[in-house]
């Protein structure tokens, strides 16, 4: 089974801290994305990459940046961490080489706080 | 611009009630409509995905339609591990391969 992973479950961070999310998937996937949950809004989409050292925004990508330097390995960096960030965060993975490539497999998210 | 709706947003059924979930989508085009479902504390896992408007498929329980304008999740029978948040999202063509999410169901199964 593909097991997307996220270094932590819960995160408490401070106003104005640097906040480095991430998330390793071991099942070769190429594709890599940064999802956002918040109550009523539903999951909203921070950013995403093809392939390594390849990223692209998504709807939401103000005050966050990526980095994907191995294909495993999927980076979301918050740079100066504010109060309107406090969310769950939920990494998700995809393979071109799936018969329907666009199935994400999602970790079980890191519920972040900005105090 | 993109837009996914869900119906209703909470729904409390008795065991063995059955019920459908609606999904609602405005698009440029649809390339495909998947849904999830979301355990409380998890990540969302997959269910279907569906790709033109007369696609019909089907998980133990639950049955997915398509159609030009909505989709909807059928639950026949339900039993209490059933209960979950249920999620539609849309899949654009052009869009590449990122999905728009609707907000959800918040499906309960009681006894």
């Known amino acids: 089974d593909v097991k997307v992973t996220q270094s932590s479950r819960y995160l408490v961070k401070r106003t104005g801290e640097k906040v480095f999310l991430e998330c390793v998937q071991d099942m070769d996937h190429e594709n890599m994305f940064w999802y956002r949950q918040d109550p009523g809004l539903g999951l909203r989409l921070i950013y995403f990459s093809y392939d390594v050292k390849m990223k692209e925004k998504g709807d939401i990508p103000e005050g966050y940046s990526v980095s994907r330097e191995k294909k495993e390995r999927f980076s979301l960096i918050l740079e100066s961490a504010s109060t309107n960030q406090t969310s769950m965060y939920l990494c998700?993975?995809?393979?071109?080489?799936?018969?329907?490539?666009?199935?994400?497999?999602f970790g079980s998210g890191t519920q972040l706080s900005v105090l | 611009e993109d837009q996914v709706t869900q119906s209703p947003e909470a729904l409390r059924l008795q065991e063995g009630e059955s019920s459908s979930l609606n999904c609602s989508y405005t698009?440029?085009?649809?390339?495909?409509l998947f849904w999830y479902r979301q355990d409380p504390g998890k990540g969302p896992e997959f269910l279907f995905t569906?790709?033109?408007a007369g696609e019909e498929k089907e998980k133990e329980r639950l049955k997915a339609t398509l159609t030009k304008k909505e989709s909807f999740l059928h639950i026949t029978a339900p039993k209490p591990e059933d209960s979950a948040t249920y999620l539609c999202a849309v899949q654009v063509a052009g869009g590449g391969n990122k999905l728009t999410f609707g907000t959800g169901t918040q499906l309960k199964v009681e006894l």
């Open positions: 698009v440029s085009g649809l390339r495909g």
């Open positions: 569906l790709y033109s």
């Open positions: 998700a993975s995809s393979s071109y080489r799936d018969a329907t490539n666009e199935k994400l497999f």
